[in-house]
Every structure is written in C-alpha cells, then in structure tokens.
C-alpha cells in the first residue's frame, strides 16, 4: 500500500507540472497552426484537419487533447488565414484548458532558391478544475493510508480562469530544406486558478529538417497521372519553457501513398534531478492520397515510454486527419509557388 500511494502521489505531481506547460504532439507536423503561426495558408489551398490525443492512459492521471483547425490561402495577398481549437483535459484532477485561437501568415519569396513565411497568432483561453477530485497531504496518516475524506485546505468547489495569449513565428525554407522557430506566450499571462500570480512562460520551439528525394512513382494514366513522391526526410524539433525542455528527432520515409515514421523523444545530455531525460521512442504510420486539386492524409503513432514511469503507463495513442482541395477559380489556377517540404504527418 505505501509502495502505491507513493506512485500516486509521484504521477499527480509529475502530472501537475506538465500541466503549468503546453500540450505537445508526436505528430507535430500534422498540427501545423499549433507548432507555428508561419505555417497558415501553408498548402495553398483550403485545408481543415484535427488531432486528438490520448496520454498515460493506463494512469488515472492521464492527459486527452483535441484539436481542430482550418486555414485557407489567400491567393492574391500572399497570405494564409486560419483558425485552431484545442481542448486540454488531465484526468486526475480533471484540470481543463480550451482555447479558441486565430492565425495569420505572409508568404514572401527572398531569393531564387529561398521563401520566407511570417505569422502571428492571438487566441482566447480558458481553464476550469474540480478541486474535490483531489487529495492532500492531511488526508493520510504517516503510511501513506487514507484516513480523511476531509481536508484543511480551502479551495472553491469549482475555479476558473481566463486570459488572452498572444505568439509568433517564422520560417525559411526552399525546395528540400526548412527551418522554422515560433515562440508562444509572448505576453506571459496569468493562469492561476487560486487568484495567485502565476506567469505562463514563453515557449520556444526551433523546428527543421531536409528532404532527400528519390526517383518519383506514377499513378493513374493519361491525363490523370500524377507523381507519387519518394523520400526519406530527417527532421527535429527542440523546445524550451520556462526551465523544461524537450527534444523530438527522427525521420520519415514517404513511398506514396504509405508514410512511416520513427522519432526519439528526449533531452539526454541533460539530466533532471539526476536522472536522464529519456521520455518516449514514437513509431508511425500514415496514409496520403493526392489529387490534382486535393490532399487528404491520416496518420496514428504510439509513443513507447522509456523514462522511469515505464510502459505500465499505457504510453500515449494519437490520431490526425486533415483534407486540402483548391476552392478558387478553376480557370484561374494558383500561383507557380514553393511548398514547405516538410512532412505533413
């Protein structure tokens, strides 16, 4: 019994600190408005697409997000217009987080070989808890045994909070390499839900990589057919709030209309409390079908976790979908311009 209420209580303090931080995705590519601002408008086209994941889920303190976005090109402007919605829910404490944000993105090419994207977003949210569904310190005896369904601690029932955030982004990319970097929370603002003054911190995220190309495949005939792209793109991503950080590297390998993924999630060379920062090995697996005039993509990846919570914690499912198509004039086709050659899964 003492060896399990220490678990509790280690998950429900790891879990709260996760929870002063910002939601990540394995597919991060394929939540494109989230990761940066830069990539609305991105396809050229009107696309909408969502997320959803499922973390721990083995543990009663286990995360669920969902997400869903739309953006659409704005041809003659050179610029991206979107939207994203996001839902945030940990199950221990029944802590939520929903936010309503709106994007925007400038595509201006630099040189021959380069184009750089700028974007900015500025969103709505709002936090709600149950602070009956927790338990404190004064509620077990020096064993770890629960002995008090009551508590000293004062808290409202019920609490929430709400706060407007603003972020921005940029990224340079040319026909077989990108980089991006976004930095979210630029206002740092207050997300207390107890009345106390508890800053957000500005997230950074410096995300790239390179696409190696191979030679195409075909289908469909005629005037039908179409390339079938062959590639293997390493990538990375690294992030930095407040004192915690996080490293995502790995690659793809795209045989249209299969796309398989492998990452490594992780900060090894720098240790947390002396212990190594290994979190989650991440496979997947995704499927593109494209069109002259339409994208749709669906991909699922499971994160084996390799950190000291170990496998029993169910490691974490996520799923994302998204359909592109060409809304404008058909006998005006679009602009002859370069697309970001990262991965969209």
């Known amino acids: 019994m003492r060896k399990y209420s220490a678990l509790a209580v280690l998950i429900f303090f790891s879990s709260s600190?996760?929870?002063?931080?910002?939601?990540?995705?394995?597919?991060?590519?394929?939540?494109?408005l989230?990761?940066?601002p830069a990539f609305t408008g991105a396809t050229q086209l009107t696309r909408v697409g969502s997320n959803y994941r499922t973390q721990w889920p083995a543990l009663q303190a286990n995360f669920?997000?969902?997400?869903?976005?739309?953006?659409?090109?704005?041809?003659?402007?050179?610029?991206?217009?979107?939207?994203?919605?996001?839902?945030?829910?940990?199950?221990?404490?029944?802590?939520?987080?929903?936010?309503?944000?709106?994007?925007?993105?400038?595509?201006?090419?630099?040189?021959?070989?380069?184009?750089v994207r700028a974007?900015?977003?500025?969103?709505?949210?709002?936090?709600?808890?149950?602070?009956?569904?927790?338990?404190?310190?004064?509620?077990?005896?020096?064993?770890?045994?629960?002995?008090?369904?009551?508590?000293?601690?004062?808290?409202?029932?019920?609490?929430?909070?709400?706060?407007?955030?603003?972020?921005?982004?940029?990224?340079?990319?040319?026909?077989?390499?990108?980089?991006?970097?976004?930095?979210?929370?630029?206002?740092?603002?207050?997300?207390?839900?107890?009345?106390?003054?508890?800053?957000?911190?500005m997230k950074f995220s410096v995300h790239g990589g390179y696409k190696f190309y191979f030679k195409s495949g075909v289908t469909g005939d005629g005037m039908y057919a179409h390339p079938q792209e062959r590639s293997l793109t390493p990538t990375f991503q690294?992030?930095?709030?407040?004192?915690?950080?996080?490293?995502d590297l790995g690659m793809y390998l795209t045989y249209e209309p299969m796309i398989l993924g492998l990452w490594y999630r992780g900060v090894p060379f720098k240790n947390v409390d002396n212990i190594v920062n290994n979190e989650s090995v991440v496979v997947l697996v995704g499927y593109s079908v494209k069109t002259r005039d339409s994208i749709f993509r669906v991909g699922y990846s499971y994160d084996v976790t390799i950190s000291r919570l170990g496998t029993s914690s169910g490691g974490a499912h996520e799923f994302s979908i998204s359909y592109a198509w060409f809304t404008g004039d058909p006998r005006k086709p679009p602009k002859n311009v370069r697309l970001i050659p990262c991965p969209d899964i």
């Open 17 to 32: 600190l996760a929870l002063g931080q910002d939601v990540q995705f394995s597919q991060f590519y394929s939540a494109p």
């Open 34 to 36: 989230y990761l940066n």
């Open 64 to 115: 669920v997000t969902l997400a869903a976005y739309a953006d659409h090109y704005l041809d003659d402007k050179n610029s991206g217009i979107g939207i994203l919605i996001q839902t945030d829910k940990e199950g221990l404490a029944g802590l939520r987080s929903t936010s309503f944000t709106g994007t925007y993105a400038y595509q201006l090419p630099v040189s021959e070989k380069f184009t």
């Open 119 to 201: 974007g900015l977003n500025a969103g709505y949210f709002l936090r709600d808890i149950n602070f009956s569904n927790l338990t404190f310190g004064d509620q077990f005896d020096a064993n770890g045994i629960f002995i008090s369904p009551t508590t000293a601690e004062q808290f409202d029932t019920g609490a929430n909070k709400s706060f407007f955030n603003l972020g921005t982004g940029a990224l340079l990319y040319s026909d077989d390499v990108w980089l991006g970097l976004a930095v979210d929370h630029l206002n740092k603002p207050n997300q207390s839900l107890i009345g106390e003054d508890d800053r957000l911190p």
């Open 238 to 247: 690294y992030k930095q709030q407040g004192k915690f950080s996080q490293m």
